[in-house]
């Protein structure tokens, strides 16, 4: 079985309402910065910064096939963080897709058990 199960193609629509959405958010922080940086500039923000990226993430999860398919569609994956995405041979398990999974030709979101933050990726053959 192959990893890239997914088509690259997401509906227009889709796409469309992820961008409206992520402005959307991205709008709705940029004006709570400012109006906290005229009335709260003497404190630190982080309940405000906690509570923009639980929101982001729920647009990772909930838009991941629009995420996926952009990141397919350029020779040069960009960066997501908190992501670790494989491509390659996996004959022997090392993608971290699971035992089923023996080739991923796209790349291949590695879901990490329970929230296991990744440190470090060594990436090639003979590890």
Same mark, same amino acid.
């Given at each position: 079985?192959?990893?890239?199960? #997914? +088509?690259?193609?997401?509906? &227009?629509?889709?796409?469309?309402? #992820?961008?409206?959405?992520?402005? /959307?958010?991205?709008?709705?922080?940029? /004006?709570?910065?400012? =109006?906290? =940086?005229?009335?709260?500039?003497?404190?630190?923000?982080?309940?405000?910064?906690?509570?923009?990226?639980? @929101?982001?993430?729920?647009?990772?999860?909930?838009?991941?096939?629009?995420?996926?398919?952009?990141? +397919? &569609? &350029?020779?040069?994956?960009?960066? +997501? /963080?908190?992501? !670790?995405?494989?491509?390659?041979?996996?004959?022997?398990?090392?993608?971290?897709?699971?035992?089923?999974?023996?080739?991923?030709?796209?790349?291949? /979101? !590695?879901?990490?058990?329970?929230?296991? =933050?990744?440190?470090?990726?060594?990436?090639?053959?003979? @590890?």
């Amino acid at each position: 079985r192959k990893a890239d199960g #997914f +088509t690259n193609e997401v509906p &227009s629509a889709r796409v469309a309402q #992820f961008n409206e959405d992520v402005k /959307s958010l991205n709008n709705q922080f940029a /004006s709570w910065v400012e =109006r906290n =940086r005229l009335i709260n500039s003497n404190v630190l923000w982080d309940a405000g910064l906690r509570d923009y990226l639980k @929101h982001s993430e729920k647009l990772k999860k909930e838009y991941d096939d629009v995420l996926r398919s952009t990141l +397919t &569609s &350029s020779a040069e994956p960009t960066v +997501t /963080s908190g992501r !670790v995405y494989v491509v390659g041979q996996g004959d022997m398990g090392q993608l971290g897709l699971g035992e089923d999974f023996c080739e991923a030709l796209r790349p291949a /979101s !590695v879901l990490m058990p329970g929230g296991l =933050r990744v440190l470090q990726v060594s990436c090639g053959g003979m @590890h």
